[in-house]
Nanobody, 119 residues
Framework: QVQLVESGGGLVQAGGSLRLSCAAS????????MAWYRQAPGKQRDLVAI???????MYADAVKGRCTISRDNAKNTVYLQMNSLKLEDTAVYYC?????????????WGQGTQVTVSS
């Protein structure tokens, strides 16, 4: 059974920083693209950043220059460093990963971690 478990969310003042982590566990053969999404109350889930297995990264315009996505392949973990946080960054953050397990390759989602930015 493959699982993604996020951590690192919390309450932070505007202008502060947080580092989210997401660790994959289980019977994993390989991990492709990993990503972070977020969903604010009453809104759709939006892509925040992706990182491919090659190391290529891409960011949403809303976070470009303030967030950095990285991964540790040895630990099957993806990170999201968020700086200069704004009120509008408040959301539940979800990690996503393309994981090959045995002969199955599919997307997996974490359970989400709440990030709340206060004024």
């Amino acid at each position: 059974q493959v699982q993604l478990v996020e951590s690192g969310g919390g309450l932070v003042q505007a202008g502060g920083s947080l580092r989210l982590s997401c660790a994959a566990s289980g019977r994993i053969f390989s991990i492709g693209t990993m990503a972070w999404y977020r969903q604010a109350p009453g809104k759709q889930r939006d892509l925040v950043a992706i990182i491919r297995s090659s190391g290529y990264t891409m960011y949403a315009d809303a976070v470009k220059g303030r967030c950095t996505i990285s991964r540790d392949n040895a630990k099957n973990t993806v990170y999201l460093q968020m700086n200069s946080l704004k009120l509008e960054d408040t959301a539940v953050y979800y990690c996503n990963a393309q994981i090959t397990s045995a002969d199955i390759s599919r997307d997996y989602w974490g359970q989400g971690t709440q990030v709340t930015v206060s004024s």
